[in-house]
T-cell receptor, first 113, second 119 residues
Framework: GNSVTQMEGPVTLSEEAFLTINCTYT??????LFWYVQYPGEGLQLLLK?????DKGSNKGFEATYRKETTSFHLEKGSVQVSDSAVYFC????????????FGKGTMLLVSP | GAVVSQHPSWVICKSGTSVKIECRSL??????MFWYRQFPKQSLMLMAT?????????EQGVEKDKFLINHASLTLSTLTVTSAHPEDSSFYIC???????????????FGPGTRLTVL
């Protein structure tokens, strides 16, 4: 079956530091890959996505590249801000069931001034 | 983007009572909605797929009679936790793919979640 593994948190960084949150997946075929963000007290929001190998998703300074050879979709940002503090979820949906999402456990990011 | 709301945002109830959670798509219609359960420091686990006008599809291990789902309209799905017990305490989240795509879109919009605490 499908599964998503992402690094455990919390990840604690100072403002303007470089961020990497690792995500690897197991899936049959060619899944679509997503990063969702959950700010305190809010629902999950789609941050970025990639639908095929070598695609790069980007939004709000965050980037992730779909690496089929390493089955990875690591999230990166060059300079984090305090407002980026949130929980980040890596997820995939398989071609066989477009809307069914399989989530990682989430990684909490804490950015201090 | 599209907005999905949930009500209530949190609820505390006594063991043995039933609790209803509503999920609404505010500015779009959704023939399909999803219900997830999230335990502390755990991932979101899909419980069931709610289909407008037909029965919900439950994931393996989810009790249909325990978690009743009704998708009465294109903008509303409800999850009723029947005879709730402390082990049902959790964070329940709904989501919906946009439009009447029948679930064929790979994007979803999520509600803010409902925190259920059963005493």
């Amino acid at each position: 079956g499908n599964s998503v593994t992402q690094m455990e948190g919390p990840v604690t960084l100072s403002e303007e530091a470089f961020l990497t949150i690792n995500c690897t997946y197991t899936a049959t075929g060619y899944p679509s890959l997503f990063w969702y963000v959950q700010y305190p007290g809010e629902g999950l929001q789609l941050l970025l996505k990639a639908t095929k190998a070598d695609d790069k998703g980007s939004n709000k300074g965050f980037e992730a590249t779909y690496r089929k050879e390493t089955t990875s979709f690591h999230l990166e940002k060059g300079s984090v801000q305090v407002s980026d503090s949130a929980v980040y979820f890596c997820a995939l949906s398989s071609r066989n069931s477009y809307s069914t999402l399989t989530f990682g456990k989430g990684t909490m990011l804490l950015v201090s001034p | 983007g599209a907005v999905v709301s949930q009500h209530p945002s949190w609820v505390i109830c006594k063991s043995g009572t039933s609790v209803k959670i509503e999920c609404r798509s505010l500015d779009f219609q959704a023939t399909t909605m999803f219900w997830y359960r999230q335990f502390p420091k755990q991932s979101l686990m899909l419980m069931a797929t709610s289909n407008e006008g037909s029965k919900a599809t439950y994931e393996q291990g989810v009790e249909k009679d325990k978690f009743l789902i009704n998708h009465a309209s294109l903008t509303l799905s409800t999850l009723t936790v029947t005879s709730a017990h402390p082990e049902d305490s959790s964070f329940y989240i709904c989501s919906a793919p946009p439009g009447t795509s029948g679930g064929k879109s790979n994007e979803q919009f999520f509600g803010p979640g409902t925190r259920l605490t059963v005493l």
